[in-house]
C-alpha cells in the first residue's frame, strides 16, 4: 500500500509540474502577445524589409539606427555591418542614448521574442517611430543576407544552428 501512495505521490508531482511549466509557457506567450499589441501593426516588418532599410543606411540615404538586442556572445558570432547592440534586458537606456521619439529604429533578436518586449517597451516610453523585425537574424542569415564577424569580417552562415541560441534566464559571475 506504501509503494502504491509513493508512486501516486510521485505521479501527482510530475504531472503538476509538467503543468507549471505548461502554463508558465502559456502565460508568458499571452503577456508578449498582450505587450506587442501596443505596437502599430505597420510598425512590425519583415527581415527582407529590414535589408531594404540596411542597404539605404549602408548607402548613406536613411539615418535610421539598426539594433541588434541579441547578447554580446550572440552578437560577435555574427551581425549586420554597423549595427547597434544593445542587450535586450537594457531598453531603459535608449531614452539617454537615442533621446529623440521621433528616431527611426529597427529592432530585432535572434527570432523575435525578445524584440517584442524590446519594442513594446519603447512605445510605453514614448517612442513613435520603432520598428519590430519578424524572424529576426536567424532568418536574415537564412535568407543568405551578410552577416560580420569583428575576427573575419563578412561570413556567410550556410546553417543558422540553434546552439548559438544562449539557453540561459541569467549568467552567473564566474
Same mark, same amino acid.
Request: charged fraction near 30%.
Given at each position: !500500500?506504501?509503494?502504491?501512495?509513493?508512486?501516486?505521490?510521485?505521479?501527482?508531482?510530475?504531472?503538476?509540474?509538467?503543468?507549471?511549466?505548461?502554463?508558465?509557457?502559456?502565460?508568458?506567450?499571452?503577456?508578449?502577445?498582450?505587450?506587442?499589441?501596443?505596437?502599430?501593426?505597420?510598425?512590425?516588418?519583415?527581415?527582407?524589409?529590414?535589408?531594404? $532599410?540596411?542597404?539605404?543606411?549602408?548607402?548613406?540615404?536613411?539615418?535610421?539606427?539598426?539594433?541588434?538586442?541579441?547578447?554580446?556572445?550572440?552578437?560577435?558570432?555574427?551581425?549586420?555591418?554597423?549595427?547597434?547592440?544593445?542587450?535586450?534586458?537594457?531598453?531603459?537606456?535608449?531614452? $539617454? @542614448?537615442?533621446?529623440?521619439?521621433?528616431?527611426? !529604429?529597427?529592432?530585432?533578436?535572434?527570432?523575435?521574442?525578445?524584440?517584442?518586449?524590446?519594442?513594446?517597451?519603447?512605445?510605453?516610453?514614448?517612442?513613435?517611430?520603432?520598428?519590430?523585425? $519578424?524572424?529576426?537574424?536567424?532568418?536574415?542569415?537564412?535568407?543568405?543576407?551578410?552577416?560580420?564577424?569583428?575576427?573575419?569580417?563578412?561570413?556567410?552562415?550556410?546553417?543558422?544552428? @540553434?546552439?548559438?541560441?544562449?539557453?540561459?534566464?541569467?549568467?552567473?559571475?564566474?
Amino acid at each position: !500500500m506504501k509503494k502504491i501512495l509513493v508512486l501516486v505521490s510521485i505521479l501527482l508531482l510530475v504531472v503538476s509540474t509538467t503543468t507549471s511549466f505548461a502554463d508558465t509557457k502559456e502565460a508568458a506567450k499571452t503577456f508578449l502577445s498582450e505587450l506587442t499589441q501596443g505596437i502599430p501593426h505597420e510598425k512590425i516588418v519583415s527581415t527582407e524589409d529590414l535589408y531594404k $532599410k540596411w542597404q539605404e543606411v549602408q548607402a548613406g540615404t536613411s539615418g535610421a539606427l539598426i539594433i541588434d538586442i541579441r547578447t554580446e556572445a550572440e552578437f560577435d558570432a555574427g551581425h549586420l555591418k554597423d549595427a547597434n547592440n544593445v542587450d535586450s534586458g537594457h531598453a531603459y537606456g535608449i531614452p $539617454k @542614448k537615442w533621446s529623440d521619439p521621433e528616431r527611426e !529604429m529597427w529592432i530585432f533578436c535572434r527570432t523575435q521574442q525578445r524584440a517584442g518586449y524590446f519594442v513594446s517597451l519603447l512605445y510605453k516610453f514614448g517612442y513613435k517611430n520603432v520598428y519590430l523585425v $519578424k524572424g529576426g537574424v536567424k532568418e536574415w542569415a537564412e535568407k543568405g543576407y551578410p552577416l560580420y564577424n569583428k575576427y573575419l569580417g563578412e561570413i556567410k552562415v550556410i546553417q543558422y544552428h @540553434k546552439k548559438l541560441e544562449e539557453d540561459f534566464l541569467y549568467r552567473e559571475n564566474k
